[in-house]
């Protein structure tokens, strides 16, 4: 079957902008999750779902960045009034349940000029 | 808190050799999991195994072989005849049950592996 689909691959933003990153996870997968990967570094938990549910965002950087997965299946990252330090590689899982592999996807690169 | 090291940094060898990756991990949990994952050039993660932490059994599977031990808080990788197409980041990861952040997985900061011809 489809692995987890991500989208775009590559973001160009000016300082300022807002950006939207997509999501596909694996079908059936409930769990889902957001990942950021500075260059050289392990990636770092941003956020998790359940379904629907957003259970833990206590990994997001600041208010500027918000989640959203609204029928349970494709998720939105969306990072608002972008900043410099906000380039990364931002990656999404996907599981079948809590503690079970998590499937990742190719990343969407994201450069702030 | 839960923390992951990866001591190397960056390893290079000559193929055929064998290498091990180690991997050293803190937790209070009494469940957790762990796991490694590769992410080679092109940069997508792959997911190697997952191991629960109430079995210690070593595993293999092909050329790969972990080694588990809860005495000394490791998680080792080894690669045995290593080959040109294991040239890639190896990342170790931890998670485990601590209120409503199960599941999410911390990482360490990957060890580089360079298998030369």
């Known amino acids: 079957g489809a692995g987890v689909s991500q989208s775009p691959r590559y973001k160009v933003a000016k300082r300022g902008q807002d950006v939207a990153l997509r999501c596909d996870p694996i079908?059936?997968?409930?769990?889902l999750f957001w990942y950021q990967q500075a260059l050289g570094q392990g990636p770092e938990f941003l956020t998790y779902?359940?379904?629907?549910?957003?259970?833990?965002k206590s990994g997001l950087p600041s208010d500027r960045f918000f989640a959203e997965r609204p029928e349970g299946s494709v998720s939105t990252l969306k990072i608002q009034r972008t900043q410099q330090e906000d380039s990364a590689v931002y990656l999404c899982?996907?599981?079948?349940?809590?503690?079970?592999?998590?499937?990742f996807g190719p990343g969407t690169r994201l450069t702030v000029t | 808190a839960q923390k992951v090291t990866q001591a190397q940094t960056e390893i290079s060898v000559v193929e055929k050799e064998d290498v091990t990756l180690d991997c050293v991990y803190e937790?209070?949990?009494?469940?957790?999991?762990l796991f490694w994952y590769k992410q080679p050039p092109s940069g997508e993660l792959v997911f190697l195994i997952r191991?629960?932490?109430?079995?210690?059994q070593n595993e293999i599977s092909g050329r790969y072989s972990w080694n588990f031990q809860k005495s000394t808080s490791s998680f080792n990788f080894t690669i045995t005849a290593s080959q040109v197409v294991d040239s890639a980041v190896y990342f170790c990861?931890?998670?485990?049950?601590?209120?409503?952040?199960?599941?999410?997985?911390?990482f360490g900061k990957g060890t580089k592996l360079s298998v030369k011809p």
């Open positions: 899982a996907s599981s079948r349940a809590l503690d079970y592999e998590q499937y």
């Open positions: 079908s059936g997968h409930v769990s």
């Open positions: 779902f359940q379904n629907e549910a957003q259970l833990d």
């Open positions: 937790t209070r949990d009494t469940t957790y999991y």
């Open positions: 191991r629960n932490s109430f079995d210690e």
């Open positions: 990861a931890l998670s485990g049950g601590h209120g409503g952040s199960q599941g999410n997985l911390i």
